[in-house]
């Protein structure tokens, strides 16, 4: 790749040519007993690497190489290592070409499985250069705007929560409507609204949770009813997939979901805080203890804006990440929500803090370090709880601490201010240039987007290549 080709060398050793592992990296060094071969002798070596070598050992190694470069100093830096491999000799080059060994590469280095560009390499250079944007703070700022003339109510403009796919951005405000954005234009392009049903109080219609697949919306609200949209068919209404029972299950304070499973968060009443469906809404458990100290504040979201009482997130191990502001859960989606691990937290946690991204999951704690009003962030693993980095933030205990997470990068919005940690070594990179206002109320991020929204203001940044 251009952009990495610069940091190549010869890999030439003081004989002329490369040694047997020194030649990929580039290394110089003294030939053994003081002989010289010239330079018809380097080209003769040349030419034997190139009979000797087949082509899939040298796709192999090359791939391996990459591999061991993204998990020893970072994913960036196996653009480099690749740039090394390629220039030992014509036919290393040529397996530049393969785009199986691009695709092997995006799969291990970037997690991505599906191709949304021409080619594989094609794939692997959009996702560097995305990343290495978000590293250098090269990004487009834009505000959203949509008409909100047919809105009754002024506090059903208030946008509660956001959710990206690679091609759109969905809000959720608190008048159930569904707010959908074009990522490539950034213009809003449609409005999906639940079905009318009986109101349990001003917010029972306000949407809790947005998931995106290939071709269908789903959402759901407060009052636990669950709608599902084609995105591209303007002709049919939204349907109701799931008919909620506030009496029967509590308050659905949070949703989330995959192309298999759609998960709930409920507060309200004992022993229900989880739901699981399959992807027919066929719901396949209910149960868990989670929020069964937060009935009474779980009721109070049903009239009023109140803080956040539990998140739930799904991670790509087909388990789940469940909070509330003293513990986090983490339980399995194809065993009846069989408890994997859990972690208590006497202190306290900042609710909308939690994020998951791929295997790892984040939470800021609410204790204080030794130095004044900073508070601690931990990334760990989902499936072991080990620890994959640690830093510290500014935030008072009265305000609110707004996360998420993407592959590389973990941000954290606090009165306004965005800030940025690279997740594998915990380093702080720099903040975003704008500041956003105090009363942030939704928060998030993937690979190449991010977005917030302050009431009725949403902010979309775009790192994109």
């Not at 998990?71 to 491999?85: E, K």
């Not at 962030?377 to 500014?394: H, N, Y």
């Amino acid at each position: 790749m251009s952009s990495s080709s610069s940091s190549s060398s010869s890999s030439k050793d003081g004989n002329g040519n490369g040694n047997g592992s020194g030649g990929v990296g580039g290394h110089y060094g003294a030939r053994r007993g003081g002989d010289f071969e010239g330079p018809s002798s380097s080209r003769q070596r040349r030419r034997a690497v190139n009979e000797v070598w087949p082509e899939p050992f040298v796709e192999a190694l090359a791939a391996q190489v990459a591999i061991e470069a993204s998990r020893s100093v970072g994913r960036l830096a196996a653009a480099a290592a690749l740039a090394n491999v390629f220039q030992v000799c014509s036919t290393w080059r040529a397996v530049s070409r393969s785009d199986l060994l691009w695709h092997r590469l995006t799969r291990r280095i970037w997690g991505r499985t599906n191709l949304l560009h021409a080619t594989w390499r094609d794939e692997y250079i959009y996702r560097h250069r995305t990343a290495q944007n978000f590293r250098t703070r090269r990004y487009t700022h834009f505000n959203l705007y949509f008409d909100p003339s047919d809105v009754d109510n002024p506090d059903g403009l208030t946008c509660r929560c956001l959710t990206l796919s690679y091609l759109y951005l969905a809000c959720g405000f608190a008048d159930g409507a569904v707010r959908l954005f074009d990522l490539t234009t950034r213009l809003h392009v449609r409005t999906f609204r639940p079905q009318h049903s009986d109101r349990l109080g001003q917010f029972s219609r306000a949407v809790s949770g947005i998931i995106i697949t290939d071709s269908q919306l789903i959402f759901a609200t407060l009052d636990g009813d669950i709608h599902v949209a084609v995105i591209d068919d303007v002709a049919n209404e939204t349907r109701t997939a799931h008919f909620g029972s506030v009496m029967d299950d509590g308050v659905l304070i949070d949703f989330t979901g995959c192309s298999r499973y759609w998960v709930g968060l409920y507060a309200g009443l004992a022993g229900r805080a989880f739901h699981i469906w399959d992807r027919q809404a066929e719901e396949v458990f209910v149960g868990g203890d989670l929020t069964d100290h937060n009935t009474v504040m779980g009721w109070r979201m049903l009239t009023e804006f109140t803080e956040f009482v539990g998140r739930v997130r799904v991670t790509s191990h087909e388990s789940a990440v469940a909070c509330t502001s003293s513990r986090v859960i983490i339980f399995d989606l194809r065993n009846q929500g069989m408890v994997l691990g859990e972690r208590g937290y006497g202190r306290g946690i900042y609710v909308t803090s939690v994020d998951v991204n791929a295997g790892a999951y984040i939470v800021v704690e609410n204790r204080e370090l030794e130095n004044q009003n900073r508070r601690l962030a931990i990334v760990r693993r989902v499936d072991t709880f080990e620890e994959v980095c640690r830093f510290s933030l500014r935030a008072d205990r009265n305000v609110n601490v707004m996360g998420c997470m993407n592959q590389g990068y973990a941000l954290m919005c606090v009165e306004g201010v965005i800030r940025v940690w690279e997740v594998e070594g915990g380093e702080y990179m720099y903040s975003f240039r704008e500041r956003i206002g105090e009363e942030v109320i939704a928060f998030v991020g993937d690979d190449r987007h991010v977005a917030a929204s302050c009431g009725t203001n949403i902010h979309l940044w775009d790192f994109g290549a």
